[in-house]
């Protein structure tokens, strides 16, 4: 499967962006989803995931109640809601897809996406 994330930009504080991932082929409800990021000068990190379904979420405590996951397997996309921003946000975020269930280990992800930059100013 391909993926393409699309939706970063400048934002300020605050505010928020809406992230989405198109993926290729005809089999995208048979993957686990989830969304990476990875700050300057740090390593990526976990971000959100969505089960095959779309039934369970789980969230990185970082972005927990500010941040939202969903799937519309119809249109093969996956995309992630991002209110009330904040500087340390700032990050190339990556969508990524499992063959098994979702989870939170980059390490179990087999495809991903290019990545798109999202910058908070303060």
């Known amino acids: 499967v391909q993926l393409q994330a699309s939706g970063g930009g400048l934002v300020q504080a605050g505010g928020s962006l809406r992230l989405s991932c198109a993926a290729s082929?005809?089999?995208?409800?048979?993957?686990?989803m989830g969304w990476f990021r990875q700050a300057p000068g740090k390593e990526r990190e976990f971000v959100a995931a969505?089960?095959?379904?779309?039934?369970?979420?789980e969230y990185a405590d970082s972005v927990k109640g500010r941040f939202t996951i969903s799937r519309d397997n119809a249109r093969n996309t996956v995309s992630l809601q991002m209110n009330s921003l904040r500087p340390e946000d700032t990050a190339v975020y990556y969508c990524?897809?499992?063959?098994?269930?979702?989870?939170?280990?980059?390490?179990?992800?087999?495809?991903w996406g290019q990545g798109t930059l999202v910058t908070v100013s303060s």
């Open positions: 082929g005809r089999t995208f409800s048979s993957y686990g």
């Open positions: 990524a897809a499992t063959k098994g269930p979702y989870n939170t280990y980059e390490f179990r992800y087999d495809y």
């Open positions: 969505i089960s095959r379904s779309g039934t369970i979420t």
